[in-house]
């Protein structure tokens, strides 16, 4: 892991990233994009308990977007998993699913950035090590982004179709929900409170999860990023933790907010 790190900051600084970078440590996507010609790379590590027992570690997830335009990009989304202790297997490791994501934010005001994302997860992983579902899901959604002087607010609402593993080929229209505040304490520490869950009957379940954490901007067009969570329902994750590293190359386009 060292080893990786030190690698990619050697990109880094050859690259020479500048200022303005999009940070994911919250799950609430924002209406901002990176800028035609420009790239945002995220590399997390995640970690989550489920059901008092199920342990879920994420490393590395990865994130990659690139800039189509001044307000669009596409976005490429993996992550490598290890799981013990779940109801299918006692442990086991293996790559996840790919999430494929195009987002376009035409409307800007005084009152903020509107835009809207799809997206879909192809059923690369393994569903038979529970490492994914074997079914290929959907998401529509709407996202609303305003920068204030003093703080930051994203708002998203849409709907996901998601692969019933119990009834294959069959996909249920699931409503999602997230909003996060972000507040500037300091010029290199900023502090976020989020919420965010999705409402389903069946096998998905009704999911609420309260995140909070801090992005510490470090040098230009680098960020790292540390937060935690709490499930408020029985269907949601008990607890999970998060450590994100972002940057920004900057080759074109600048990334701007209305």
């Given at each position: 892991?060292?080893?990786v790190v030190?690698?990619?900051?050697?990109?880094?600084?050859?690259?020479?990233?500048?200022?303005?970078?999009?940070?994911?440590?919250f799950?609430t996507?924002?209406?901002?994009a990176?800028?035609?010609?420009?790239?945002?790379?995220?590399?997390?590590?995640?970690?989550?308990?489920?059901?008092?027992?199920?342990?879920?570690?994420g490393?590395?997830?990865?994130?990659?977007?690139?800039?189509?335009?001044?307000?669009?990009?596409?976005?490429?989304?993996?992550?490598?998993?290890?799981?013990?202790?779940?109801?299918?297997?006692?442990?086991?490791?293996?790559?996840?699913?790919?999430?494929?994501?195009?987002?376009?934010?035409?409307?800007?005001?005084?009152?903020?950035?509107?835009?809207?994302q799809?997206?879909?997860?192809?059923?690369?992983?393994?569903?038979?090590?529970?490492?994914?579902?074997?079914?290929?899901?959907?998401?529509?959604?709407?996202?609303?982004?305003?920068?204030?002087?003093?703080?930051?607010?994203?708002?998203?609402?849409?709907?996901?179709f998601?692969?019933?593993?119990?009834?294959?080929?069959?996909?249920?229209?699931?409503?999602?929900?997230?909003?996060?505040?972000?507040?500037?304490?300091?010029?290199?520490?900023?502090w976020?409170?989020?919420?965010?869950?999705?409402?389903?009957?069946?096998?998905?379940?009704?999911?609420?999860?309260?995140?909070?954490?801090?992005?510490?901007?470090?040098?230009?067009?680098?960020?790292?990023?540390?937060?935690?969570?709490?499930?408020?329902?029985?269907?949601?994750?008990?607890?999970?933790?998060?450590?994100?590293?972002?940057?920004?190359?900057?080759?074109?386009?600048?990334?701007e907010?209305?």
């Amino acid at each position: 892991m060292r080893n990786v790190v030190i690698l990619l900051s050697a990109v880094l600084l050859l690259f020479g990233p500048t200022v303005c970078i999009a940070s994911h440590t919250f799950e609430t996507e924002h209406a901002d994009a990176p800028g035609r010609g420009n790239m945002i790379m995220v590399m997390e590590a995640e970690m989550a308990q489920d059901g008092g027992r199920e342990k879920e570690l994420g490393l590395p997830v990865l994130e990659f977007v690139y800039g189509l335009g001044k307000w669009t990009s596409f976005e490429i989304d993996w992550e490598y998993d290890f799981i013990s202790h779940s109801d299918e297997v006692h442990g086991t490791s293996g790559s996840g699913d790919v999430e494929l994501k195009f987002k376009h934010s035409p409307f800007h005001f005084d009152y903020g950035d509107i835009g809207a994302q799809v997206g879909v997860k192809l059923p690369t992983a393994k569903d038979d090590k529970d490492l994914g579902t074997g079914e290929t899901d959907f998401e529509l959604l709407l996202i609303h982004s305003y920068h204030g002087e003093k703080f930051a607010t994203h708002l998203n609402a849409g709907v996901d179709f998601l692969g019933n593993p119990e009834h294959r080929s069959s996909h249920e229209a699931v409503f999602t929900y997230s909003a996060v505040a972000v507040f500037p304490l300091h010029e290199r520490v900023e502090w976020f409170a989020e919420i965010e869950g999705r409402t389903a009957k069946s096998v998905f379940g009704t999911e609420s999860l309260l995140r909070s954490g801090f992005i510490f901007p470090i040098a230009r067009g680098l960020e790292v990023g540390l937060g935690g969570g709490v499930g408020l329902t029985n269907d949601t994750e008990d607890w999970e933790a998060k450590l994100g590293i972002y940057w920004t190359w900057e080759r074109g386009e600048e990334m701007e907010h209305h």
